[in-house]
Nanobody, 123 residues
Framework: VQLQASGGGSVQTGGSLRLSCVVS????????AGWFRQAPGKERELVSI????????LYSDSVRGRFTISRNQAKDTVYLQMNRLKPEDTAVYYC?????????????????WGQGTQVTVSS
């Protein structure tokens, strides 16, 4: 199983980026998808979660209303649309997949991880 994240880059405050995460080679039929981020010197944190059934999308307080998570099942790709970016959004963003029944908001429950894509927001 491979998760390939892309779409990061450098933008100014207020700009937008769309991250993509392509899942390939999977042997499981369903998975919850998540985006996480890690800034220098900080722990990895949850950004947004999209359960397989598509209900109850989850967003961290810091991104709610600015970021949108979505999935194209035909392409097996998960997206994170990021609008009104702020300098504090600067981090390496990781996509991940969870195939177990553990809580969706627990980082440790995610089985598969992408390599990360850098997002830098300048003021």
């Amino acid at each position: 199983v491979q998760l390939q994240a892309s779409g990061g880059g450098s933008v100014q405050t207020g700009g937008s980026l769309r991250l993509s995460c392509v899942v390939s080679g999977r042997t499981f039929s369903a998975y919850d998808a998540g985006w996480f981020r890690q800034a220098p010197g900080k722990e990895r944190e949850l950004v947004s979660i999209l359960p397989w059934r598509g209900d109850k999308k989850l967003y961290s307080d810091s991104v709610r209303g600015r970021f949108t998570i979505s999935r194209n099942q035909a392409k097996d790709t998960v997206y994170l649309q990021m609008n009104r970016l702020k300098p504090e959004d600067t981090a390496v963003y990781y996509c991940a997949a969870k195939t177990n029944s553990g809580a969706v908001d627990k980082i440790a429950n995610y089985d598969y991880w992408g390599q990360g894509t850098q997002v830098t927001v300048s003021s």
